[in-house]
């Protein structure tokens, strides 16, 4: 029998069964791929988030991955922040900042005041395009041009205001067919500075409640269109969540609190 540590942490709240719960498995050495996976699908939370310590030297502190219960993903917001919390708050790391190395390149966090964590991302490229078929059928008010997202295969689609995005009803199954990451919907905010929600059926999520990696594109996008670099974001799901937002060039810095939830062991067989 092998015995791993686990971690669930609940990550862009302040309060427990709030924001989006994350696992989180600091790992000796990497297991193989399809246990990973396996991991992931048998913990079914939006993405298990594996950490291995670089070696001494190195640029980054830790080899980061996420699975969610379908596919592995290149980059997530909510799981890495969970992470480092972890790590900063369980594993007794001392530094106030924590480097990765990941798929998207390298990515730092950085502990500031009133148990805030701060995430540096990159700023997500996206591009005009006409709307799938299968985009309109799935989701009403639809414009005839959308946002693609080519680092994460993402769809955004801006809507008219909050209730909009608030009242959407995608048809799961439609997005599913499309056969991308996912699809973000957002518009302007009534009592922030933009809103949004996520659905990506398509790697086994269907709305997943807060998202972090989303805010890669909308914090460029929403900059550009306020005319301001520094914004605040909720995102509305069930669970909700809120995020401090500022577009630094060709990085992003996404910010948010994390609510401890379960520490345990994984035990595999032999």
């Given at each position: 029998?092998?015995?791993?540590?686990?971690?669930?942490?609940?990550?862009f709240?302040?309060?427990?069964?709030?924001?989006?719960?994350?696992?989180?498995?600091?790992?000796?050495?990497?297991?193989?791929?399809?246990?990973?996976?396996?991991?992931?699908?048998?913990?079914?939370?939006?993405?298990?988030?594996?950490?291995?310590?670089?070696?001494?030297?190195?640029?980054?502190?830790?080899?980061?991955?996420?699975?969610?219960?379908?596919?592995?993903?290149?980059?997530?917001?909510?799981?890495?922040?969970?992470?480092?919390?972890?790590?900063?708050?369980?594993?007794?790391?001392?530094?106030?900042?924590?480097?990765?190395?990941?798929?998207?390149?390298?990515?730092?966090?950085?502990?500031?005041?009133n148990?805030w964590?701060?995430?540096?991302?990159?700023?997500?490229?996206?591009?005009?395009?006409?709307?799938?078929?299968?985009?309109?059928?799935?989701?009403?008010?639809?414009?005839?041009?959308?946002?693609?997202?080519?680092?994460?295969?993402?769809?955004?689609?801006?809507?008219?205001?909050?209730?909009?995005?608030?009242?959407?009803?995608?048809?799961?199954?439609?997005?599913?067919?499309?056969?991308?990451?996912?699809?973000?919907i957002?518009?302007e905010?009534?009592?922030?500075?933009?809103?949004?929600?996520?659905?990506?059926?398509?790697?086994?999520?269907?709305?997943?409640?807060?998202?972090?990696?989303?805010?890669?594109?909308?914090?460029?996008?929403?900059?550009?269109?306020?005319?301001?670099?520094?914004?605040?974001a909720?995102?509305?799901?069930?669970?909700?969540?809120?995020?401090?937002?500022?577009?630094?060039?060709?990085?992003?810095?996404?910010?948010?609190?994390?609510?401890?939830?379960?520490?345990?062991?994984?035990?595999?067989e032999?």
């Amino acid at each position: 029998m092998t015995t791993l540590p686990i971690y669930q942490v609940d990550a862009f709240t302040s309060q427990q069964f709030r924001g989006n719960p994350a696992a989180v498995m600091p790992l000796e050495q990497w297991l193989p791929d399809t246990l990973l996976q396996n991991i992931a699908q048998e913990n079914h939370l939006s993405e298990t988030a594996f950490v291995v310590r670089e070696p001494e030297g190195s640029e980054a502190d830790f080899h980061i991955r996420w699975f969610t219960p379908g596919a592995e993903v290149p980059l997530c917001g909510h799981a890495t922040l969970a992470t480092a919390w972890v790590l900063f708050n369980r594993l007794g790391f001392e530094r106030n900042a924590i480097r990765f190395r990941s798929m998207s390149g390298p990515l730092g966090v950085v502990r500031r005041d009133n148990h805030w964590l701060e995430l540096d991302f990159p700023n997500l490229a996206m591009e005009l395009v006409p709307t799938p078929q299968l985009l309109h059928d799935a989701l009403e008010g639809v414009d005839d041009h959308v946002y693609f997202v080519p680092n994460d295969t993402n769809y955004l689609v801006v809507l008219t205001d909050e209730a909009a995005v608030r009242n959407a009803t995608p048809d799961f199954r439609l997005l599913k067919e499309l056969g991308n990451q996912g699809l973000i919907i957002t518009a302007e905010g009534e009592h922030c500075d933009f809103v949004s929600r996520y659905f990506a059926p398509g790697i086994g999520i269907d709305e997943d409640p807060v998202t972090g990696s989303i805010h890669s594109v909308l914090t460029p996008y929403w900059a550009g269109r306020l005319s301001k670099s520094r914004l605040s974001a909720q995102q509305l799901s069930a669970r909700g969540g809120h995020l401090n937002c500022e577009l630094k060039g060709d990085r992003v810095s996404i910010s948010g609190q994390a609510a401890f939830y379960m520490e345990g062991q994984v035990t595999l067989e032999d």
